[in-house]
Nanobody, 120 residues
Framework: VELVESGGGLQQSGGSLILSCSDSGSMFRFSSMGWYRQAPGTQRDLVASITPDGIAQYIESVKGRFVISRDNAKNMLYLMANNLQPEDTAVYYC???????????????WGQGTQVTVSE
């Protein structure tokens, strides 16, 4: 049972990417899912999340630029990242979202992630 991310790449500032995550598990449609990112030398942080019925939340810095979505029939999670900025450069991961004490983390084993690099 694994999470597999894809769709990253190199973009210039202002560009767009669509990240995808496939989940081979059986609980996807019942789980709140999220996209996390980790830049070099930093911790992995939640960027966007979506409940099983489609309610989305975003961190302030990506609001209006990123859109998270899901297809429960296909066990797929997506992140449309628009108007990318150099500070969006990171490895992006998908996982479940477990919230505790103002932090969020995933409950599943982490996948390999997908690298997003944004140049000036």
């Amino acid at each position: 049972v694994e999470l597999v991310e894809s769709g990253g790449g190199l973009q210039q500032s202002g560009g767009s990417l669509i990240l995808s995550c496939s989940d081979s598990g059986s609980m996807f449609r019942f789980s709140s899912m999220g996209w996390y990112r980790q830049a070099p030398g930093t911790q992995r942080d939640l960027v966007a999340s979506i409940t099983p019925d489609g309610i989305a939340q975003y961190i302030e810095s990506v609001k209006g630029r990123f859109v998270i979505s899901r297809d429960n029939a296909k066990n797929m999670l997506y992140l449309m990242a628009n108007n990318l900025q150099p500070e969006d450069t990171a490895v992006y991961y998908c996982n479940t979202v477990l919230r505790s004490n103002n932090t969020a983390t995933g409950s599943r084993d982490w996948g390999q992630g997908t690298q997003v690099t944004v140049s000036e």
